[in-house]
């Protein structure tokens, strides 16, 4: 059970890079972490509609859903957003160390 697909995204692709041995330009490295930052926020917001989807299905009285399959549903979205939030604070406490560096 991924319960954190943007870490895992991020260990699969850094194991990538060790694998391949290259070293990277600036140019190409931001590419990389800009279609990855894009990608787990499409997973992220992936997670938050299908929790919704679903609550929204059992509260109109769908058999086929448990209570549990909802609620493992909204857990997932959650964490997953709580690490999104995390991700966030860090890169932005990480802009204005650079931003407070003397030149």
Do not use: H, W
Request: hydrophobic share 40%; no cysteine; charged share 25%.
């Amino acid at each position: 059970m991924k319960i954190n697909p943007m870490q895992d995204e991020m260990q699969n692709i850094a194991l990538e890079m060790r694998s391949l041995g290259r070293t990277e330009t600036s140019q190409e490295v931001n590419q990389d972490f800009g279609t990855l930052l894009s990608s787990a926020i499409q997973k992220v917001n992936g997670l938050q509609k299908t929790s919704s989807d679903l609550a929204v299905r059992f509260d109109r009285g769908d058999r086929s859903l448990s209570l549990s399959d909802v609620m493992i549903a909204s857990n997932k979205s959650s964490v997953a957003f709580e690490a999104t939030v995390q991700t966030r604070n860090k890169l932005v406490e990480a802009y204005k160390e650079l931003m407070n560096m003397p030149v």
